[in-house]
């Protein structure tokens, strides 16, 4: 089909598009954003005690330990003392918010004001919210007087308040057990004096042994029979008249980590004691801001409507008239907040009539303002790419089709974000089809083969019919959409090697190219599908002998590519499994004998490997070389001397700057430099499974490019096809996404259907590994040290995969816009998300990682540019690769 509109070729598509959607972002970005991002108003009001209720203590105390999860805290074996002492109690399980992070936790607890999403990102400088809650009103109270001891999370908050007293016993990340020891004495000094009768006191310590040795070793256990013996101790000074509370900020995983919402960091437990207090376990979990409302009843205080908390009445050893009478008391007050932030709702809902159910949680809503911006933003970019891309035929009746349908579908994936009560797996099963459908279209086989699938993947009415048919069996649209997704997946792998993907692409090119922009502005990518159409092509090129003859030398690239597709595919269901594979493989270290196994033989596979890449010396040489190396990097990544923590970190920088030296001149010592600089920088920051993965994928970049038979950027008259350019923007983005499944930062698929399920977690804060950022810090290091630590070889490694594949001739413009859309389609769905934070979350990190993923692609460019500026011939790409 020949087309006359040339408004998509590759010479002026980047500059015009790019300006036309930096415009559109504007718009969110200025209106929706922050609307959604920024912390949010609080009502002023609130409720006195009641006058017929009475004040059951004369004193509280909240102990909190940090990183302590409901099954270590109730474990005889981890905190015996602690169970003889809960026989009179209550043990309470709680459940944390979606953003385990230890200020967040701590100040969702403390003052009952729900945390933003975007507070997860400002961890170590979270502020108080504002306005009054348990811990100032008593502060105010001529009754009580208020102290607290602990770290700084606690000191963000309450520090400045002329009435409280805030000790700050926290000595460092690197401090496990001398600030709780000096929180336990100032704490024992305080209760025999009775120098206050309303504390707080937080032991930060098991977080940072769990952080550096993970729960399951003797150290953690270690650490938490030292803080039970301390609380032993001191739980006999408490007063009888007083309200004692010992619970947690949040739980942790098994190899030490937090922040995301996995079961094991949201669920802790309380044990509360006291007057009117009912001992025994209670059956009914609640939310870790009731804490607040308890206080609140406890001590008789006015509740604040800022308060989101319930008071927990099940507990409560009171009459059932003075339970009607709390209950009344939190009614008034949740009813006051809740319109606050729904005035329409304040005719219908009535202050005599407690309905829990009708009082919404979160304290923002849709605004209609933001829907319509939505709105307008998504269809002035998909009108104006029509007018643009469409092909000026006499005929348009058939592209007029294809955008109705493309409208259709980018108006269902809305929709399904904005009804994530009904199911949070439908949008996630919209992008996970999306990156599908890109990668088999852009990357799939031209060539068409004999065998052809039993269904025309293009076409609309066998999926439609498929879609209805399974909501008949299932008597559900949400699984039948996620059943549909499994037979999408693997109908377009198939026909990615097929080549029945490019040979029934759509007539108009132009709209091809319309529906893969649209395709990347789906807020919920399922990036790690991508890696199933790969695995497919791969494969199909491995079992094919004419490929086989034509790969050559990259062919031992292809199968270690292949091999580690089929790891990332298979080792990351640990929502199916229970057990993240990959994520164990990241954290592995030398504790036991078979850990020291595994890890050596990962360390001669890849010794093999490279023995064989590499021609120079023998090849017992080439092996016994590159394994020693390895062996000393990991023994280097095991040390506990600072000083040789510190010169290992020296000579890694050497190294890079060494490479950096020679680069010019001698372009292939650079490299073998560099590799060794990140192999080393990444063992002791990140382990040498991830140090190998690294290099691997380091090493085979090129031969990707090959396989693919991508077009560099020599041929420009390539760009007149839609497909090349959509490849440019689909390959670096494989390479990464691979690259982090391997990492362990990514989980597979969830058995979720109905409801607001835990987010998929591509991108998680609450996977990365910890360890290293201690290494070469010094017994207290500081945040910022333990930060570059564990960021630094991931920014190195990124730059650097995106930099291979520029130096392979491929222009990562495209990548670039295909990034900005990602961000486009974010900022529009963050209208229809402020009554989901799970969602607010996933749109933020999403952008985040979209623009970092911007930086790298501007990192590698400009330093393939200086490098080949430098270059003797004058500056050509390294190597081009043929078009077939």
């Known amino acids: 089909m020949t087309e006359t509109n040339h408004g998509w070729r590759g010479s002026s598509f980047s500059p015009t598009w790019l300006v036309f959607l930096l415009v559109l972002i504007l718009v969110p970005l200025t209106t929706t954003a922050p609307y959604v991002l920024l912390d949010v108003d609080q009502p002023e009001a609130s ?17 909190i330990l940090d990183g302590v999860g409901q099954d270590v805290m109730l474990s005889s074996d981890m905190m015996p003392l602690l169970q003889s002492w809960k026989e009179n109690a209550a043990v309470v399980p709680v459940q944390t918010g979606p953003l385990t992070l230890s200020a967040n936790c701590v100040r969702e607890m403390m003052t009952g004001v729900p945390n933003a999403p975007v507070d997860g990102l400002r961890n170590f400088n979270l502020d108080h919210p504002g306005g009054a809650d348990p811990w100032l009103l008593a502060g105010a109270d001529p009754r009580y007087s208020v102290g607290m001891i602990g770290s700084y999370v606690m000191g963000n908050m309450y520090a400045e308040s002329s009435d409280v007293e805030f000790v700050n016993t926290f000595k460092g990340h690197g401090d496990y057990y001398q600030g709780d020891e000096e929180t336990s004495a100032l704490l024992e000094d305080w209760l025999v004096s009775s120098r206050h009768d309303v504390v707080a006191a937080h032991f930060s310590g098991p977080d940072k042994v769990g952080h550096k040795w993970g729960i399951l070793g003797d150290e953690y256990k270690d650490k938490m029979r030292d803080v039970d013996r301390q609380l032993h101790v001191l739980l006999q000074f408490v007063p009888s008249s007083w ?10 995983t098994d190899s030490g980590s937090h922040g995301s919402a996995e079961p094991d960091t949201r669920n802790v437990a309380a044990m509360i004691a006291g007057p009117a207090i009912r001992t025994g376990s209670a059956e009914d979990t609640i939310a870790q801001r009731d804490l607040s409302a308890l206080m609140l009843h406890q001590l008789g205080l006015e509740f604040p409507a800022q308060v989101n908390g319930i008071v927990p009445l099940d507990i409560l050893d009171l009459s059932s008239y003075q339970l009607q009478v709390v209950e009344q008391w939190n009614w008034e007050a949740a009813l006051l907040r809740h319109t606050f932030f729904h005035p329409t709702d304040e005719r219908v809902l009535s202050s005599n009539e407690v309905d829990w159910a009708s009082v919404e949680i979160e304290a923002v809503s849709i605004r209609e303002f933001d829907v319509v911006v939505s709105i307008l933003v998504l269809s002035t970019f998909l009108c104006v790419g029509f007018l643009t891309l469409r092909s000026n035929t006499k005929s348009p009746s058939v592209e007029f089709r294809q955008f109705g349908f493309l409208v259709a579908l980018v108006v269902a994936s809305v929709a399904t974000h904005a009804s994530l009560s009904y199911s949070a797996m439908m949008p996630r099963a919209f992008g996970a089809a999306a990156v599908v459908w890109l990668v088999a279209t852009s990357l799939g086989q031209e ?6 699938l039993p269904i025309n993947p293009h076409g609309i009415a066998p999926w439609m019919g498929l879609i209805l048919l399974l909501t008949l069996v299932f008597g559900s649209l949400s699984t039948a959409v996620l059943s549909g997704l499994i037979a999408w997946v693997l109908i377009w792998s198939m026909a990615a090697i097929t080549g029945e993907s490019r040979w029934r692409t759509p007539q108009s090119r132009g709209m091809y190219l319309l529906t893969a922009m649209a395709a990347l502005t789906i807020g919920s990518l399922r990036l790690w599908y991508a890696l199933v159409p790969l695995y497919f092509l791969l494969t199909s090129h491995l079992s094919s002998k004419t490929m086989r003859n034509r790969m050559g030398q990259h062919l031992g690239h292809v199968w270690a590519l292949w091999l580690l597709t089929m790891m990332a595919l298979v080792f990351v269901h ?16 030398a504790s036991s004998g078979s850990e020291v196994l595994t890890i050596v033989g990962i360390l001669c596979g890849f010794s093999l490997f490279a023995a064989i890449l590499f021609k120079s010396a023998s090849f017992i040489q080439r092996f016994f070389s590159v394994f020693a190396f390895m062996l000393i990097a990991f023994g280097l990544s095991s040390l506990e001397h600072l000083f040789l923590q510190q010169f290992t970190l020296l000579f890694i920088v050497v190294l890079y ?22 192999a080393l920088h990444m063992t002791v920051a990140w382990g040498p499974w991830a140090a190998v993965v690294s ?13 693919f038979d991508v077009p560099s950027v020599s041929k420009w008259k390539q760009m007149n096809d839609p497909h090349v350019i959509v490849a440019l923007a689909v390959l670096p983005w494989i390479v ?12 597979g698929l969830q058995p979720c ?18 360890q290293g950022g201690y290494y070469g810090g010094g017994l207290q290091p500081p945040t910022w040290w333990m930060t570059l630590m564990v960021v630094s070889p991931l920014l190195i490694t990124s730059v650097a995969l995106l930099h291979r594949i520029a130096d392979s001739g491929i222009s990562l413009k495209f990548y670039i816009l295909g990034q900005l859309l990602i961000v486009l389609g974010c900022l529009a769905l963050y209208a229809y998300s402020p009554i989901y934070p799970r969602l607010v979350f996933a749109l933020t990190w999403n952008i985040a990682f979209a623009l970092a993923q911007m930086f790298f692609a501007l990192c590698a460019t400009l330093s393939v540019l200086c490098s080949n500026h430098a270059a003797p011939d004058g500056g050509t790409p390294v190597q081009k690769f043929r078009i077939s």
């Open 47 to 63: 409720i006195e005690f009641p006058d017929d209720a009475f004040r059951s203590s004369e004193g509280y105390l909240l102990v």
């Open 243 to 252: 309200t004692v509370v010992v619970t947690a900020d949040h739980g942790m």
């Open 447 to 452: 060539k068409r083969l004999t065998f052809e």
């Open 574 to 589: 640990r929502r199916f499994f229970g057990t993240h594979h990959l994520l164990k493989l990241v954290n592995m270290t």
């Open 657 to 678: 700057g060494t490479s950096w030296a020679v680069s010019k001149n001698k372009p292939d010592l650079a490299k073998k430099v560099f590799c060794a600089a990140l």
């Open 695 to 707: 290099l691997l994928l380091l090493l085979s970049v090129p031969s990707l490019v090959h396989v």
């Open 736 to 747: 990464w996404i691979l690259w982090w499944t391997l990492m362990g930062q990514v989980n």
């Open 753 to 770: 259907f109905e409801g607001v399920c835990p987010h998929p977690r591509e991108l998680d804060p609450g996977a990365v590994r910890v």
